[in-house]
């Protein structure tokens, strides 16, 4: 239902752009946004954004990262400049979604890999 490309190598202080295409029975999206996980790590909030068009950041990423969405295309991006080596990790999007009948419920993506290299 999701799925989430444009992960990859990258080198610190480089740049890279995920994306996040909804499909299926997902006929509306509230909610939606990025998580990610690093080895031994909890899966963290990095950004997202509200049906209002309210976003938010994780401290971390705040000011390196912005997030958009195209809702008539049921997909969202992240932006992430200026990355760092702690920004390695496997990167989530995930989506409030509901069917044409009303019907909402979270939805994940399969992840896709960011490494930083220095």
């Known amino acids: 239902q999701l799925q989430a490309s444009g992960g990859g190598l990258v080198q610190a202080g480089g740049s890279l752009r995920l994306s996040c295409a909804a499909s299926?029975?997902?006929?509306?999206?509230?909610?939606m946004g990025w998580y990610r996980q690093a080895p031994g790590q909890q899966r963290e909030l990095v950004a997202s954004?509200?049906?209002?068009?309210?976003?938010k950041y994780a401290d971390s990423v705040q000011g390196r990262f912005a997030m958009s969405r195209d809702g008539a295309e049921k997909t969202w991006y992240l932006q992430m400049n200026n990355v760092k080596r702690e920004d390695t990790a496997t990167y989530y999007c995930y989506a409030e979604g509901c069917s044409s009948l009303g019907v909402c419920m979270d939805y994940w993506g399969s992840g896709t890999q960011v490494t930083v290299s220095s």
């Open positions: 299926g029975r997902i006929f509306s999206i509230n909610d």
């Open positions: 954004i509200t049906s209002e068009g309210i976003s």
